[in-house]
């Protein structure tokens, strides 16, 4: 069970190939929700198409970029169990992009996605001999800061979403009720329940709150009725219009999250394979995210990156195929071609989205921790972390301190994530680590 290699019978394939689409499904589509709500046509907008086909290029690309990871060609793809979805890393630069601009917003969200995704790729060429640079304290921080800085996005669904702010529906007990219903469920499936039931315990809590929201009037089903049954992906649906931010944004972002990926994959080979991850299989795996997110932008499509929720779905399983990812991978193909399937999605109220939100984004800090516990804590690494940490997360709190600088330096320090990530990695590299340092606390 252990040789990536292995291919079970198909009758066993595909379910536990499916088990791994229901593990990332909601995470997978979420990113584009929150985009399309930031910019102006999500929840609630007088025309919910575009919603829709991200929604679509969100489950299709997914598989595609996954197909890249499990089957490959030439140097691209770890050929490992390695599941894709979109990325919410590129969240804290995707958001203020396309703030209120509406569709059009989206064309400057592109061509940093384009130029992202070269990014990506070409960061393969280097990852393998610059692993000593990114230790955990560095994978850690930067998982903690993209959990810490979406966090309030859940607690801003459960309330009814940003556009009722300001409204007497905001805050309203009926939502909630259906968040809290919806945490309630997931976490009683988690623990109390077993197999398929327990590891699909969000989308269970999701569809429990779905139905509870029903005669609410919460759903309007009719976006279902009028989507089309099949469509095939629209090549620069949202159009690219070059802008700087963006383009240096996405850059950067792609470094971080090219840094996910090693963790992700070096956590694969070793709780699936019991051995660490090869150069091989680390440049692979960048490559093939960071072709897969330049190929979604030509589509409209969000960036990719590897999902870690599936690692720990591995190491549950103790079944390493990658055959099995593919059957997954597929699943989702089919999926992005049907529009109705999205339309769907977009039915599910704000509320019930917010109490599943709040769960992923905290689990999202909850990795982080798990990443940290592998740290010295020692007086060098804590300080290393505390400055990282207070500043990055400190700017994107209070974005308003950088009010004199030009929009560009503006977007890319309020992100919070990248200056934490640079600085991270410079001072861990320039500070000397004294071996013979007290930890603090025990001096």
Excluded at 66 to 82: D, H, M, Y
Excluded at 92 to 118: D, H, K, R, Y
Excluded at 237 to 253: H, K, Q, T
Excluded at 317 to 339: D, E, K, N, Q, Y
């Amino acid at each position: 069970m252990r040789d990536p290699n292995y291919f079970p019978p198909l009758r066993i394939a595909i379910p536990l190939g499916i088990q791994h689409v229901v593990a990332m499904f909601v995470g997978n589509v979420t990113p584009a929700i929150i985009v399309a709500g930031a910019a102006g046509f999500g929840y609630g907008s007088d025309d919910p198409s575009d919603l829709i086909y991200l929604i679509q290029m969100s489950m299709m690309f997914a598989g595609i970029t996954t197909l890249f990871q499990t089957i490959g060609f030439g140097p691209v793809g770890a050929r490992l169990p390695i599941v894709q979805g979109t990325s919410f890393a590129f969240l804290p630069i995707m958001v203020p992009i396309v703030a209120g601009t509406g569709v059009s917003g989206m064309a400057a969200l592109m061509s940093g996605a384009l130029a992202g995704g070269v990014c990506h790729a070409l960061f393969a060429l280097v990852v393998g001999r610059i692993r000593f640079a990114l230790p955990p304290l560095v994978t850690g921080l930067v998982v903690a800061m993209i959990g810490l800085s979406l966090i309030k996005v859940g607690i801003q669904y459960a309330a009814g979403g940003v556009p009722a702010k300001g409204t007497a529906d905001y805050g309203a007990w009926q939502g909630w009720l259906l968040a809290g219903c919806v945490l309630v469920t997931t976490l009683a499936f988690k623990f109390l329940a077993k197999g398929l039931l327990s590891t699909a315990s969000i989308l269970v809590g999701l569809l429990l709150g779905f139905i509870m929201a029903i005669p609410s009037g919460l759903v309007d089903f009719s976006v279902v009725a009028t989507a089309n049954w099949f469509t095939l992906p629209d090549p620069f649906r949202f159009g690219v219009e070059l802008s700087a931010p963006a383009i240096v944004g996405f850059c950067f972002m792609a470094i971080v999250t090219a840094i996910e990926t090693v963790g992700d994959v070096s956590g694969i080979t070793e709780a699936g394979a019991k051995r660490e991850a090869t150069d091989k299989e680390l440049s692979g795996a960048t490559l093939a995210d960071g072709l897969g997110s330049f190929a979604a932008a030509l589509f409209g499509a969000l960036p990719n990156t590897s999902f870690s929720q599936n690692v720990g779905l591995i190491a549950m399983t103790g079944i390493m195929s990658r055959h099995v990812v593919t059957c997954g991978a597929l699943f989702l193909v089919v999926c992005g071609l049907i529009p109705k399937i999205g339309a769907f999605i977009t039915t599910i109220p704000i509320q019930v989205l917010g109490g599943v939100v709040i769960i992923m984004f905290g689990m999202v800090v909850s990795s982080a921790l798990a990443i940290l516990a592998k740290v010295d804590w020692n007086q060098r690494n804590m300080l290393i972390f505390a400055v990282s940490l207070s500043l990055g997360f400190g700017l994107q709190l209070e974005p308003e301190a950088l009010q004199h600088l030009p929009d560009m330096p503006q977007i890319l320090l309020s992100s919070g994530l990248l200056p934490a990530t640079f600085l991270a990695i410079v001072l861990n590299l320039v500070v000397p680590n004294d071996p013979g340092e007290a930890i603090a606390g025990q001096e």
